[in-house]
């Protein structure tokens, strides 16, 4: 069956560098456009990052756009965001997701989902 199994969340302090990764398993991974999403107390979920199946044309969200990078290897079918300069407003749980929907930023466009891991960041 499809999986998405995030890691590397944490408790970090403002200014460091988390690591997340997204293994997926259960679909053609190298076909879709994987993206990163979050979700604050309270707050609705929001698009955080997103990169097609080629590896090109990343797309961020502004509030993290020059501190975050996403990547994939289609080869170990894992998707990655590298956080750096973490703010205490990046705190949320961090969903990976997949479509067929090239760079889509709408969750309601995402056929799988993982559970999400969480961050917290410490001012």
């Known amino acids: 069956q499809v999986q998405l199994v995030e890691s590397g969340g944490g408790l970090a302090q403002a200014g460091d560098s988390l690591r997340l990764s997204c293994a997926a398993s259960?679909?053609?991974?190298?076909?879709?456009?994987m993206a990163w999403f979050r979700q604050a107390p309270g707050k609705e979920r929001e698009f955080v990052a997103v990169l097609t199946w080629r590896d090109i044309s990343p797309s961020y969200a502004d509030s993290v756009k020059g501190r975050f990078t996403i990547s994939r290897d289609n080869a170990k079918n894992v998707v990655y965001l590298q956080m750096d300069g973490l703010k205490p407003e990046d705190a949320a749980v961090y969903y990976c997701a997949a479509t067929l929907v090239p760079l889509s930023r709408r969750p309601d466009q995402y056929d799988y989902w993982g559970q999400g891991t969480q961050v917290t960041v410490s001012s």
């Open positions: 259960g679909f053609t991974f190298s076909s879709y456009t």
